[in-house]
């Protein structure tokens, strides 16, 4: 990586959270696998997760479910995801 790139992990995962909520799921992987600095798909108290559900991004929500070490949690923010997913005919 250049010596001045980005990390992915910046601004507590801003740019996991970003391409989550807009559904831009091969961002979502690059962010999640960065050989260094990773983005935590829990991050943010799981926000990404939240917004991608509530959005019907289903294949954004199983790369944060399923993203290692630090997933996103099904119950952060007290089940969140599937209540919104739920409400707008998601789930």
């Given at each position: 990586a250049?010596?001045?790139?980005a990390?992915?992990?910046c601004q507590d995962?801003?740019?996991l959270?970003?391409a989550a909520?807009t559904?831009?799921?091969d961002?979502?992987r690059l962010?999640l696998?960065?050989?260094?600095?990773?983005a935590?798909?829990d991050?943010?108290?799981g926000?990404a997760?939240?917004?991608a559900?509530?959005?019907?991004?289903?294949d954004?929500v199983?790369?944060?479910l399923?993203a290692?070490?630090?997933a996103?949690?099904g119950?952060s923010q007290?089940?969140?995801?599937?209540?919104?997913a739920?409400?707008?005919?998601?789930?």
């Amino acid at each position: 990586a250049p010596q001045y790139a980005a990390r992915a992990d910046c601004q507590d995962g801003e740019a996991l959270v970003l391409a989550a909520k807009t559904g831009h799921v091969d961002v979502v992987r690059l962010l999640l696998s960065a050989p260094q600095h990773a983005a935590a798909a829990d991050c943010q108290e799981g926000d990404a997760l939240v917004y991608a559900a509530r959005r019907g991004h289903a294949d954004v929500v199983a790369a944060l479910l399923f993203a290692g070490e630090h997933a996103a949690r099904g119950d952060s923010q007290g089940g969140q995801a599937l209540q919104v997913a739920a409400e707008g005919g998601h789930a």
